[in-house]
């Protein structure tokens, strides 16, 4: 069974960048899209970006594009999520999982807490 760690977050002022990197334990990993999703207290987990198997297709939740780019190194089992020009909105737990089939998402890892101060 693939598992999920994320890490990299951490308290950032607005403006500034972070780098958000999730590693598999598994060789399986490889087989599936992967996504960024963040969470704040009192909403639901909504999506961030995606990116297929291979890398050859990313999507972006409107309020990201041209800031946040999703990217995977197979070879190392990583998926990252460069995260520019920050804003105060941007704060969360950020989390990656796994495509289900679906088009849903799950099998979360810990996550990874997201401060951006104004």
């Known amino acids: 069974q693939v598992q999920f760690v994320e890490s990299g977050g951490g308290l950032v002022q607005a403006g500034g960048s972070l780098r958000l990197s999730c590693t598999a334990s598994g060789r399986a990993y490889l087989i599936y899209a992967m996504a960024w999703f963040r969470q704040v207290p009192g909403k639901d987990r909504e999506f961030v970006a995606d990116?297929?198997?291979?890398?050859?297709?990313?999507s972006y939740a409107d309020s990201v594009k041209g800031r946040f780019a999703i990217s995977r190194d197979n070879a190392k089992n990583t998926v990252y999520l460069q995260m520019n020009s920050l804003k105060p909105e941007d704060t969360g737990i950020y989390y990656c999982g796994r495509a289900l089939g679906g088009g849903a998402y799950g099998a979360w890892g810990p996550g990874t807490q997201v401060t951006v101060s104004s």
């Open positions: 990116i297929r198997w291979n890398g050859g297709r990313t």
